[in-house]
Each structure stands twice: as C-alpha cells, then as structure tokens.
C-alpha cells in the first residue's frame, strides 16, 4: 500500500507559480512512476505529468508542456510539479498519483492522495 499527501497549493495571481509536493509513505515507492492529474467542478479527470520512476522520462499535457516541470527525489519519497506562468485555466484540484507503469491514463494510476486546491486569479 502506498499512502500518498499533496501539498503546495493556493492563490495566486496569473503569471506567478507554485510547487505541489507529493509525499509517499508506506511500501517504496521507488519502482513506481509518479503522475499530476487535476480536476474542475463538472469535468473529468485529466493528465497534466507523469515521470518514470528513475526520472528519466517524463511526459506532460500539451496545455502545460513548457511551464511545468515534473522532479522526484527517491531519496525523500516526493514527487514535486513546479508551475510556471500559471493561467486562470489551471484552477483545479491537483492530484498525485501512483503506477506501476509510466502512463498518461487515469485508470492505469492505483494509488491517489487526496488532492490539492490551485487557483489562479486573472
């Protein structure tokens, strides 16, 4: 079982940035591949990052390619996803994410934690 706590998020104006955290306790997660998803009221789930669990491939969103960055430190069992030149359209519930395997796809993800609040004020 993995646990897993975001944290990092809140207001902030268009153009500004935050970092979301993910911290993972419970069963290693070193052989996992880490994923940042987000959510508005009324829509699904969408993918926004993910990283191999070695850090080597990381694959993003095409709304987010070039503004956000997606790390992990093994060492510390978190994930990070810096958010650079944040637009009003990325006001959601961010969540990290859990798999086996590096994927883009909600339902290949096992472990979820429980979300954290982004929003950017034009």
């Known amino acids: 079982q993995v646990q897993l706590v975001a944290s990092g998020g809140g207001l902030v104006q268009a153009g500004g940035s935050l970092r979301l955290s993910c911290a993972a306790a419970?069963?290693?997660?070193?052989?996992?591949?880490m994923g940042w998803f987000r959510q508005t009221p009324g829509k699904e789930r969408e993918f926004v990052a993910a990283i191999s669990w070695a850090g080597g491939i990381t694959y993003y969103a095409d709304s987010v390619k070039g503004r956000f960055t997606i790390s992990r430190d093994n060492a510390k069992n978190t994930v990070y996803l810096q958010m650079n030149s944040l637009k009003p359209e990325d006001t959601a519930v961010y969540y990290c994410a859990a798999s086996s395997f590096l994927s883009r796809t909600v339902v290949d993800y096992n472990y979820w934690g429980q979300g954290t609040q982004v929003t950017v004020s034009s």
């Open positions: 419970g069963r290693t997660f070193t052989n996992k591949a």
